[in-house]
């Protein structure tokens, strides 16, 4: 732990409305000041931020760190290290690991690594079922008073509407988080990637957006009956956004989240495609795939199966308005890394996930901030503040007094993501070889610098 002072950069601080060039001074893990002109001890590490962002510690709610069970796709010492290179000082971690977590002794050995092994602050989520099986609730008593900060099944979803009820009900009773994964799997049976004209075109079982909003549906019902927090995970569909900006302005306790590759790429990326920048650097030739500088994307890459999958430009534009207009909440990477082998398979073989930490970042100033669609203190916000109150944590604030978790980046970086380089012991990202811009330059977890390009 140092003292250190972030001398002139351009502070924001959703969280107190804080947008100026100032300093921000870090004494004994803690911030000490904030503003032009602080005092300075003697003895404090200056660091020149001019030019850069300063703001809280970047918070992504949805992160897959693999242990225990599947460590050689991730460890909390790797997936945490990739989290700091991204700019990140906190992740909430799933709990669809091997064994799940859903028990207080399995939360305890999480706590315990992550205390040895974390590079960033890493908050637990129990399973709502145990093992994930969508059968009998897990001890969410237990699981609360073990350290849990939500609930969640996620990469699979209660299909029993009752038990769901049920979880909710308990969740009130312990304030906890309802985190869904949301998947009818009676309309999404077997299907690998979206229902529309590529699945056709390409041969793949589709996978409709139907599937997703029947049970946000679902969610938005419950949540109004019981009165529970319920947060929908990664959500990918228009008609989704429409349901729950509805839900919202009937005062209904429902959030939701969105992830960068849902924003970025469409569905006709599984078919492959050349994708440039525009003339101007912001708007793309080809709107309806993503952009970099150029590149070919290779048809049926297993990096673009995600869940729920890739979707059409309609939806894309979609999830960009809620984002926008605060419908969705958060920005989140779903973090979903796997081993090299795992997806060098057919399409329809290969597991469900790309890795985001290191990029999500990147993506979210690129496609929101750089096109003019969303305010840098409106898309900080998404990834500090409002998983703080969604999640009750006690962070994602400068604040005077509070734990000195510190994001600085400069927004205008222009960069090459190597995947050779990432710090995640996976790589199976589809924006490897992309230029982006935007890059985290130095993360700071409890006044200890953990990343600094």
Same mark, same amino acid.
């Given at each position: 732990?140092?003292?250190?002072?972030?001398?002139?950069?351009?502070?924001?601080?959703?969280?107190?409305?804080?947008?100026? %060039?100032?300093?921000?001074?870090?004494? +004994?893990?803690?911030? #000490?000041?904030?503003?032009?002109?602080?005092?300075?001890?003697?003895?404090?590490?200056?660091?020149?931020?001019?030019?850069?962002? &300063?703001?809280?510690?970047?918070?992504? #709610?949805?992160?897959?760190?693999?242990?225990?069970? %599947?460590?050689?796709? !991730?460890?909390?010492?790797?997936?945490?290290?990739?989290?700091?290179?991204?700019?990140?000082?906190?992740?909430?971690?799933?709990?669809?690991?091997?064994?799940?977590?859903?028990?207080? /002794?399995?939360?305890a050995l999480i706590h315990e690594k992550a205390t040895r092994e974390a590079m960033v602050n890493v908050f637990i989520t129990g399973a709502i079922t145990k093992g994930i099986a969508g059968?009998?609730?897990?001890?969410?008593?237990?699981?609360?008073?073990?350290?849990?900060? /939500?609930?969640?099944?996620?990469?699979?979803?209660? %299909?029993?509407?009752?038990?769901?009820?049920?979880?909710?009900? =308990? #969740?009130?009773? $312990?304030?906890?988080?309802?985190?869904?994964?949301?998947?009818? =799997?009676?309309l999404v049976t077997d299907g690998v990637m979206h229902e529309g004209y590529w699945s056709i075109a390409l041969g793949l079982r589709g996978w409709p957006s139907i599937g997703e909003e029947m049970i946000v549906v679902r969610n938005i019902m419950l949540a109004g009956l019981t009165g529970a927090k319920v947060h929908c995970q990664h959500i990918s569909s228009r008609k989704s956004v429409e349901l729950i900006r509805e839900a919202k302005k009937q005062g209904i306790k429902i959030t939701a989240e969105a992830c960068p590759h849902h924003f970025t790429l469409t569905d006709n990326a599984i078919a492959g495609s050349e994708k440039f920048w525009g003339d101007d650097g912001k708007e793309l030739i080809e709107d309806d795939v993503g952009f970099s500088d150029s590149a070919f994307w290779y048809s049926y890459d297993t990096n673009f199966k995600v869940s729920p999958p890739l979707r059409s430009k309609e939806?894309?534009?979609?999830?960009? !308005?809620?984002?926008?207009?605060?419908?969705? +909440?958060?920005?989140? #990477?779903?973090?979903?890394?796997?081993?090299? =082998?795992?997806?060098? &398979?057919? $399409?329809?073989?290969?597991? $469900?996930?790309?890795?985001?930490?290191?990029?999500i970042l990147s993506l979210s100033l690129m496609r929101l901030y750089h096109t003019g669609k969303l305010g840098l203190s409106d898309l900080i916000a998404k990834m500090t503040i409002n998983p703080s109150r969604i999640f009750s944590l006690d962070r994602g604030t400068l604040g005077i007094g509070k734990v000195a978790d510190v994001s600085v980046f400069n927004p205008d970086t222009e960069w090459v993501f190597d995947l050779n380089e990432s710090a995640s012991k996976s790589r199976n990202s589809p924006f490897g070889g992309w230029k982006l811009k935007g890059r985290a330059i130095l993360t700071i977890v409890s006044g200890k610098i953990v990343n600094r390009l």
């Open positions: 732990m140092n003292d250190i002072a972030l001398l002139g950069g351009r502070i924001i601080d959703p969280a107190n409305n804080l947008d100026f %060039q100032g300093d921000v001074l870090i004494i +004994d893990g803690k911030i #000490s000041g904030v503003g032009q002109d602080i005092n300075l001890p003697s003895e404090v590490e200056k660091i020149n931020a001019r030019g850069l962002v &300063v703001c809280p510690g970047l918070i992504d #709610s949805h992160t897959h760190l693999r242990e225990p069970g %599947q460590s050689a796709k !991730e460890t909390i010492e790797t997936g945490t290290r990739a989290a700091a290179r991204g700019g990140f000082t906190s992740v909430v971690c799933m709990p669809n690991t091997n064994p799940a977590i859903d028990n207080p /002794a399995n939360v059968e009998e609730l897990s001890p969410i008593g237990s699981l609360k008073k073990a350290g849990v900060v /939500a609930i969640t099944d996620d990469g699979h979803c209660v %299909q029993n509407n009752e038990l769901m009820r049920r979880a909710l009900e =308990y #969740s009130i009773m $312990f304030d906890l988080p309802v985190l869904d994964h949301c998947q009818d =799997y009676s939806d894309r534009k979609a999830i960009i !308005e809620g984002i926008v207009d605060g419908t969705l +909440d958060i920005i989140a #990477s779903d973090h979903a890394p796997h081993c090299l =082998y795992e997806k060098e &398979v057919e $399409f329809d073989n290969a597991p $469900f996930g790309v890795t985001g930490l290191e990029s």
